[in-house]
């Protein structure tokens, strides 16, 4: 009786403890490692060269390269996430009709996924070459100057909105398919009886009740949007182009550790994302608790 009683108690623990013991090792562990060293002067060969208390947190607060590639990180942020979430939506929406081989396209919505981050940036960059790239050439016959993507700040903020676009709208646009079939059929045939069109169906009916998978989408996309460093990177190299001009802040942590060897002040810059994020997550909540109670 008493290994039965025991059985039932502890069981569950250990079958999901192998979970907990990996993020341990793996993700709690280097997180909190991660503060140690943003206390000290760190270096790859050197190790540990003393502490220098907050002066890596003083010296970043002063950095202005480190409020550029927060205002980078930002500036991507809004014109990739907004247009790719609402993107989504209208594709979701659309393949949630009667449509011809509507299961084809629905797996092709997957496809931009499952190919490789690195491949997507490299065919990408070479799109918007300035000299030969495919985009100018198109804009040529429109009698638009040559674009250069690389150098300018928005210009190049669009050229990597567009990869991560490309990348993430088909994803989101199965999470908000999969809440729409959720829906009740009843809804939309009595609001269609009432005279409702389908723009208005989808306003009023199918975004009301898209709210929990909107704010989920929105916090994950501005969780991994922070996180934003691939893309950027095969597009224009780590100092993101010849002024920073699209260096976001997880370039800049790859900078100051890998190629300043500074691993310190790297790790505080990675404790301050770490930090913004949880803020922005934690006004996501906010936000999403107030929409719910409206």
Known sequence: MFWTRLDLKVSPYLFISPFFILFAIFGLFPLVYTVWVSLHDWTLLGGNQGFVGLDNYVRLVQDGKFWNSLYNTFGIFVIAVVPQLLLAMYLADTLSRKVRAVNFFRMGLLLPYLTSVAAVAIVFSQLFGTQFGLINYALGFFGIDPINWQGGTFSSWVAIAVMVDWRWTGYNALIYLAAMSAIPRDIYEAASIDG????????????????????????????????????????????????????????????????????????AIAWTLFMLVVVLSALNALLSSRIKGA
């Open 196 to 267: 409702a069109s389908r723009t208005r169906q989808f306003w009023q009916i199918t975004v009301p009740m898209l709210r929990p998978t909107i704010i989920f989408t929105v916090i994950v996309s501005t969780i991994g949007q922070m996180q934003l460093f691939t893309e950027p990177v095969i597009f224009g190299g780590v100092a993101g182009g010849t002024q920073g001009q699209f260096q976001t802040t997880m370039m800049l942590i790859f900078e100051e550790a890998f190629r300043f060897n500074n691993y310190g002040y790297g790790s």
